[in-house]
């Protein structure tokens, strides 16, 4: 389980100080799939850093089952990323020097998991394993982010607008995916989109404005990637 207790969050210092996390306290239970909705602003990228072990707190705590992360230090939270959590972020953050099978691999390493190339050929890209970053277009790049973090084989995955930089077919394809191996490998996953529709798909919605969460509802019959709107 995820324990948030009155998270708070700030940027910049003196007059230009803002608080942009405001005093948040949720639970998302083991083996969730929870989407955070919000737009521009609110916060949502930001919640998902401090929670993930990205970025630090600057008041309250995070857990996650009995490791506080908020009190951690730099390479404990590090060992922590490492061995329990998979990030995919807006940025692809991909080695401009590797291909797809050797961005993916590393990935798969962490976790020695040999079959990795299974979730290239899931994410539509086997015919690129030799490819580089700079040879793909945007939605290639994210898909392959995306393979890489499954391929860690994490507890928790967490993803920012995973399918923001997809057309239609890709992203439905690439949502099935993520929803389908995260109901089969039981792991946490925390999706932050601003797209309404794609909250169909998840059994919790977290709704956030202004660094507040100012709903949270249940899904009691989620519907599959292909079942939603776009």
């Not at 050797?102 to 290239?120: E, P, T």
Request: charged share 25%.
């Amino acid at each position: 389980m995820i324990t948030v207790k009155d998270l708070h969050k700030f940027y910049g210092s003196g007059g230009s100080r803002s608080e942009v996390l405001k005093g948040i306290s949720l639970d998302i239970e083991e083996g969730e799939f929870a989407v955070i909705l919000g737009a521009s602003g609110s916060g949502k990228s930001t919640f998902l850093n401090v929670v993930s072990g990205l970025e630090a707190a600057d008041g309250g705590s995070v857990c996650y089952e009995d490791q506080d992360i908020s009190r951690m230090n730099d390479a404990q939270a590090s060992r922590f990323r490492k061995e329990i959590v998979g990030f995919v972020f807006q940025q692809y953050f991909l080695l401009p020097g590797l291909t797809v099978d050797k961005n993916v691999k590393m990935g798969a390493d962490l976790a020695g998991n040999k079959n990795y190339r299974s979730l290239i050929e899931a994410v539509g890209l086997g015919d690129k394993l030799k490819k580089y970053p700079h040879e793909l277009s945007g939605g290639e790049q994210q898909r392959v982010s995306i393979a890489r973090a499954l391929a860690k084989k994490p507890k928790v995955l967490y993803l920012d607008e995973p399918t923001g930089a997809l057309d239609e077919a890709t992203g439905r394809r690439v949502l099935d995916l993520l929803c389908r191996l995260q109901r089969e490998l039981g792991f946490t996953m925390v999706m932050v989109t601003h797209n309404q529709n794609i909250a169909q798909t998840a059994g919790t919605v977290l709704s956030m404005n202004s660094g507040r969460i100012v709903e949270r509802r249940r899904n009691s019959s989620p519907k599959t990637a292909y079942e939603i709107a776009w």
